[in-house]
Every structure is written in structure tokens, then in C-alpha cells.
């Protein structure tokens, strides 16, 4: 019995010793697939009023042109 223990405790560290361990596959797609968010829409939404705004300064600066160009 005495000699059973170091002799089963010799295999099990054998028979796990060498050995990769196994490759996990992941598939390619799921790398390369972006995943939705919620902060998704609201990005669309903070790049739209970005837009607008864009919009709505280039309108005022030539409004201010022309109402120069009328002062003088």
C-alpha cells in the first residue's frame, strides 16, 4: 500500500506531463464580426448632431460675409 501511492501519484504526473495542450479553434468570422453595442445608435445620433452643426456654422459664416459685405 505504501509503495502503491508514490507509484499511482508517478503515472498521473507521466501521463500529464508532455503533452500541448489542445488547440482551442475559434472560428475566423467571429474575429473579424463586429458585435452590435448599445452605445451603437447613440453614437449615430452624436455623429449626426455633429453634422447639423457643421451645417449650421458654415450657414452663419456666410450670412456674417454677406452682411459684411453690405456694411461696406
Not at 453634422?51 to 459685405?69: C, G, H, L
Amino acid at each position: 500500500m505504501k509503495r502503491l501511492l508514490p507509484l499511482l501519484g508517478l503515472l498521473a504526473l507521466t501521463a500529464c506531463s508532455g503533452k500541448p495542450p489542445a488547440p482551442e479553434s475559434a472560428p475566423a468570422s467571429a474575429s473579424t464580426a463586429r458585435v452590435a453595442t448599445p452605445w451603437d445608435d447613440m453614437k449615430k445620433d452624436e455623429q449626426r448632431a455633429a453634422n447639423v452643426q457643421k451645417t449650421v456654422d458654415e450657414q452663419a459664416k456666410k450670412q456674417q460675409e454677406q452682411i459684411d459685405a453690405a456694411q461696406q
